[in-house]
């Protein structure tokens, strides 16, 4: 495609229900970044995967939101007992390195909403 | 630890006058500064990095190590411009903070006609 790709585009769900946001990034691109953005919060770093190295899972708030990246391409992030706190704009981004410089482009998001 | 502080998270002026958006940084060692932007209803895009040294829509913004600062800078503002403006940091390539982009909370321009 022409740029990232973020599915749902809008989820609403239940408090207490399991939700799974899906990233397809550019072809090619060899990282993968999550960001979460609330309102008043700015954007949050959540995780960053880089080729076949171990992801930087510094961001994730707590043991209920996870993320993979099967097969250095498409990525899943998945939040577990969801709570309202969770609602937000769920941001992924992709990179490649143009003539060593690294560019990184950001997908429409997913908008999350726990009722 | 790495830190981007936006201390504006409104600022309005007028068509035409000088606007200054405000940023500063804490790293321990040689970051890479960016610049992004969100305009209404589209995504986040890359406005400029300090690395490139370059002007993008009249936009600039230097570097200044001693004052830990990247300020965002464009002398006549458009009402075009009017949008959501992100501070952002990472660590230089080759590094352990390498990929992770720290983003400041943003400042909301609005440019009045």
């Known amino acids: 495609g022409a740029g990232v790709s973020q599915s749902p585009s809008n989820k609403v769900t239940e408090k207490g229900k399991d939700v799974e946001l899906r990233c397809d990034p550019i072809?090619?691109?060899?990282?993968l970044y999550w960001y979460r953005q609330s309102l008043g919060q700015g954007l949050e770093f959540l995780i960053y995967f880089q080729g076949n190295s171990a992801p930087d899972k510094s961001g994730l708030p707590s043991d209920r939101f996870s993320a993979e990246r099967t097969g250095g391409s498409v990525s899943t992030l998945t939040i577990q007992r969801t709570q309202q706190e969770d609602s937000a704009v769920y941001l992924c981004?992709?990179?490649?390195?143009?003539?060593?410089?690294?560019?990184?482009?950001f997908g429409e998001g997913s908008w999350l909403t726990v009722v | 630890a790495q830190r981007v502080t936006q201390p504006e998270k409104l600022l309005s002026v007028f068509k035409g006058a000088p606007v200054e958006l405000k940023c500063n940084y804490s790293?321990?060692?040689?970051?890479?500064l960016f610049w992004y932007v969100q305009y209404s209803r589209q995504r986040l895009q890359l406005l400029l990095r300090h690395i490139s040294r370059e002007s993008i829509k009249g936009f600039t913004a230097d570097l200044n190590k001693g004052e830990t600062s990247f300020h965002l800078k464009k002398p006549f503002a458009q009402e075009e411009d009017s949008a959501m403006y992100y501070c952002?940091?990472?660590?230089?390539?080759?590094?352990?903070?390498?990929?992770?982009?720290?983003f400041g909370q943003g400042t909301i321009l609005t440019v009045h006609p």
């Open positions: 790293y321990s060692g040689s970051p890479e």
């Open positions: 981004a992709s990179s490649f390195t143009s003539q060593g410089r690294d560019t990184i482009y």
């Open positions: 072809s090619g691109h060899t990282a």
């Open positions: 952002a940091l990472r660590g230089l390539a080759g590094g352990t903070s390498y990929g992770k982009l720290t």
